[in-house]
C-alpha cells in the first residue's frame, strides 16, 4: 500500500492564530468563545483542556471575556457580546473581515447583495446579519427564484469551491441579462489551494481518505471534489475512524484534510495507515469507528 498526501492539506493561518489566541487569553484570564472556535471536535477538547469555554448566548458569561469564533460575526451579535460588560475579543480570520469588507462595499455602491454559501452556516449568518434585504444561495434551482434586480453584488462563502461560485456567478448572469452582476472573489486562497490539490491527489488514489470535522463545511467540500474524481472516499474526524477492510494491499492511498485539522491529527491517520500496511491482520481488527465517511 502506498500513502501519498495532498501538496496541501490541514491548518490554516487563520484558524492557527484563533487557536492561538485563544490559549493565549484563557493562560491570563477566563475566556468563552462565542460558538464553536472551529469546527473540529479534536480541537474543541484540546482547548476545554486549557481551559477555553464555549457557548451561544453571551449573557451565560459570568467572568472574563468573550472571543469571537475564526468564523466571523456580524456587528449585531458583536454588540450583543459587549452589552454584557465582558471585553470582546475577534478570532475572526482576516480572509473573512475581507468578505465582511467587500460586501459592505458592495452595498454602499447600491448592490442588492447575493452571498454564495451554505444558508445557517456560522460565517454566512456573520456576513447577513446586518442585513435586511439579501439572498444566500447554493444551486441554480435557487437562482431561478431570485426576484430580478437592477444590480447584484455577489461575494461568496470563504470555504466555497471557486469552480462552483463561478458557474453560479454566470448562472446569475445568465438567468438576469439585462441586470448588472459584480463579483468580488471572497474564497480564501488556503480553500482554492487544498482544493486544486484534492484533485491531483484524487486522480493518483484508489482510495482518499479526507481527513476533518463531520460538520467542517469545507471538509464536507473536500469529499464532495475527491468524489468526483476517485470512486473510494472516506471522511473521517480522526485515527480512530478508520477501518482496515476499507483498503486492499496494492492501494494508492491519499490523504487529505480540512483546514480546522491539526497537523497530529493528521500524523495519526497516517501512521495508523502505515499499521495496517505493515499488518493485514488488523485490517479486520480495528475498533468500528464513532465516525465514517461518504
Same mark, same amino acid.
Given at each position: ?148 434586480? %437592477?444590480?447584484? #453584488?455577489?461575494? @461568496?462563502? +470563504?470555504?466555497? $469551491? ?7 456567478? =454566470? !448562472? &446569475? ?77 496494492? %492501494?494508492?492511498? #491519499?490523504?487529505? @484534510?480540512? +483546514?480546522?485539522? $491539526? ?7 497516517? =501512521? !495508523? &495507515? ?21
Amino acid at each position: 500500500m502506498k500513502i501519498l498526501r495532498a501538496s496541501h492539506l490541514g491548518m490554516c493561518f487563520g484558524v492557527r492564530d484563533a487557536i492561538a489566541l485563544a490559549k493565549q487569553t484563557a493562560a491570563r484570564e477566563p475566556v468563552t468563545v462565542l460558538g464553536e472556535l472551529v469546527h473540529n471536535r479534536d480541537v474543541l477538547a484540546d482547548l476545554q483542556r486549557h481551559g477555553v469555554r464555549f457557548t451561544n448566548d453571551p449573557r451565560q458569561v459570568a467572568a472574563g471575556s468573550i472571543l469571537i469564533t475564526a468564523h466571523g460575526a456580524s456587528d449585531r451579535r458583536i454588540d450583543e457580546a459587549r452589552a454584557t460588560g465582558r471585553p470582546v475579543a475577534e478570532a475572526t480570520c482576516p480572509l473573512v473581515h475581507h468578505a465582511h469588507r467587500e460586501l459592505h462595499m458592495l452595498l454602499a455602491a447600491g448592490y442588492h447583495p447575493v452571498i454564495i454559501g451554505k444558508r445557517g452556516h456560522v460565517e454566512v449568518d456573520g456576513l447577513t446579519g446586518d442585513l435586511c434585504d439579501y439572498d444566500v444561495l447554493l444551486s441554480e434551482a435557487e437562482i431561478a427564484e431570485l426576484t430580478s434586480r %437592477d444590480r447584484f #453584488g455577489v461575494v @461568496a462563502q +470563504t470555504t466555497q $469551491p471557486i469552480d462552483r461560485v463561478r458557474q453560479l456567478v =454566470q !448562472a &446569475l448572469r445568465d438567468r438576469f441579462p439585462e441586470s448588472e452582476v459584480l463579483f468580488r472573489d471572497t474564497v480564501c486562497r488556503p480553500t482554492k489551494e487544498r482544493q486544486s490539490a484534492a484533485v491531483e491527489l484524487a486522480r493518483r488514489a484508489d482510495i482518499v481518505i479526507v481527513i476533518g470535522g463531520a460538520n467542517s463545511n469545507n471538509t464536507r467540500e473536500l469529499v464532495a471534489t475527491c468524489s468526483r474524481h476517485c470512486s473510494r472516499v472516506k471522511h473521517v474526524q480522526s485515527a480512530a475512524d478508520l477501518r482496515g477492510d476499507w483498503f486492499r494491499p496494492e %492501494d494508492t492511498v #491519499g490523504i487529505t @484534510a480540512g +483546514t480546522s485539522t $491539526p497537523d497530529w491529527v493528521i500524523d495519526g491517520v497516517e =501512521q !495508523a &495507515l502505515q499499521r495496517i500496511n505493515l499488518d493485514p491482520i488488523e485490517r479486520t481488527a480495528m475498533k468500528e469507528p464513532e465516525f465514517a465517511g461518504v
